[in-house]
């Protein structure tokens, strides 16, 4: 079904990011007597929370996308425009990209939110985050070249460095991003190379605060240590990375060589504050009234990540559902409006729990008051987010991939496709001889390529 031009007498509704947020607030629309567009700069909607599985070689990209235009095609007070915001003007209720203008009744921002540095910006290009897809696989092509430039060269401290990861931050992120990596440095990849042992390869997790998972109850916590530990995995508690560079981190002092860095401490909001001069934390986060709208503009609702919201007196966390419920509020004002029925209390979060997985069949959950750890919650974490992924077929091609992996430990996208491949060291020419030396005599050992 196509999409048809807006009905000039219904009001316009722009919703600016096909996140969750925007996707909840859009479909929460349906029925209602208004005119929907929806903008971002890609065609398609990210599973953002699991990213880091793209990183580290479990999913591929398209396993947790799904083009935005196939969500709408049957909704049909809804279009879908690709199409990159970068101001807004509050005066005559217009959004652009600098060429084109989208006029609107009512907006909804749910633009996310980038990574922060806390004022070491120059940190960025060697401790990327991981928001986008080109995030993910660059990130891949990063952690499986520097596996495949150790396995090359025959300096003891170069092939060290290539068989070291940092992340920085041990929230869920990096938690999760962790025990991924280790899964893939320390079993999958195992029997793989010959002059490196994957056992060998070092993982450290570097946390400022006193413990990992810092809004889970502290027995989760510990566990989710112990998990990591044995999983091989260092962890730094009460540790600050003070610098970093292209040849690795200080921590306190200390300093750890490593090719790569990944940055899991914090986030910043888009830049929806600027483009509407609103008053922001100091994360750049919209400051929204109980309804999820500005005091001076009724008619613009900022949702999710790029805002600051509270519930009975508690902030509302930056995670998927609290983004997903704001986008469902929202519809229910806007709708009220349009029809003109009564309008509903101000915004109430009901939070669901906390979830995070540790690696191969361990995961802690919390919710309610019921903890979870080990299988179990790595079961009742897949399912979750099983749910949330939209589609039969990504839901299904997920949850094949998943048992595939538990069963046999592999990962099929393994893949080194993109990116210079002269970020690979350049060995000198005995260390070939020395690779074919090692590797005769590995195989001879029983190993199998």
């Known amino acids: ?86 101001a807004v003007d509050t005066l005559s209720r217009t959004v652009t990209d600098g060429s084109s203008v989208v006029p609107y009744d009512y907006l909804v921002l749910a633009t996310g939110a980038r990574h922060a540095y806390f004022g070491n910006e120059t940190w960025q290009p060697f401790a990327p985050g991981l928001k986008t897809i080109e995030d993910a696989r660059a990130l891949r092509e990063k952690l499986l070249r520097a596996y495949e430039a150790a396995e090359k060269t025959s300096d003891a401290a170069e092939r060290r460095k290539c068989l070291t990861t940092v992340i920085v931050g041990g929230g869920a992120t990096g938690v999760e991003m962790a025990g991924a990596v280790a899964e893939l440095a320390h079993r999958t990849l195992r029997g793989e190379f010959r002059n490196i042992d994957p056992q060998s390869m070092r993982i450290v997790v570097v946390e400022a605060g006193a413990r990992l998972l810092r809004t889970f109850p502290v027995e989760l916590s510990e566990k989710c240590l112990t998990s990591l530990t044995g999983m091989g995995v260092e962890v730094h508690l009460k540790a600050r990375v003070t610098d970093c560079d292209a040849r690795g981190v200080a921590v306190d002092g200390m300093r750890i060589d490593a090719a790569t860095v990944i940055w899991a401490a914090g986030v910043q909001a888009s830049a929806a504050a600027d483009w509407l001069n609103a008053r922001a934390d100091g994360f750049n986060r919209v400051l929204v ?62 939070h669901q729990g906390d979830l995070a997985v540790i690696g191969r069949g361990s995961a802690v959950v919390r919710v309610g008051k019921i903890s979870l750890s080990g299988l179990m919650g790595w079961v009742f974490w897949s399912l979750v987010h099983l749910m949330f992924l939209i589609g039969f077929r990504s839901k299904t091609s997920v949850a094949l991939e998943w048992i595939w992996a538990f069963v046999t430990r592999q990962r099929s996208a393994r893949l080194i496709s993109d990116g210079d491949a002269s970020s690979l060291a350049t060995p000198a020419p005995s260390d070939f001889q020395h690779s074919r030396n090692r590797d005769s005599t590995t195989q001879g050992g029983g190993h199998v390529a």
């Open 1 to 86: 079904m196509f999409n048809r031009p807006p009905v000039s007498t219904w009001p316009r509704v722009v919703i600016v990011g096909a996140g969750f947020g925007g996707l909840a607030a859009a479909q929460g629309l349906r029925s209602a007597p208004v005119d929907i567009t929806l903008l971002d700069r890609r065609n398609f909607h990210l599973f953002q929370p699991l990213l880091y599985q793209v990183a580290t070689a479990s999913l591929s990209p398209g396993q947790i996308s799904w083009p935005v235009r196939s969500i709408f095609s049957g909704q049909k007070n809804a279009r879908v425009l690709m199409m990159e915001v970068n």
């Open 289 to 350: 009234s109980p309804t999820l709208n500005l005091s001076d503009y009724p008619e613009i609702f900022v949702i999710g990540d790029t805002s600051v919201a509270t519930s009975d007196g508690k902030p509302v966390p930056g995670i998927a559902p609290a983004a997903k419920q704001m986008g469902v509020y929202v519809a229910k004002v806007i709708g009220a409006h349009a029809a003109q029925r009564l309008v509903p209390p101000p915004f109430k979060y009901r």
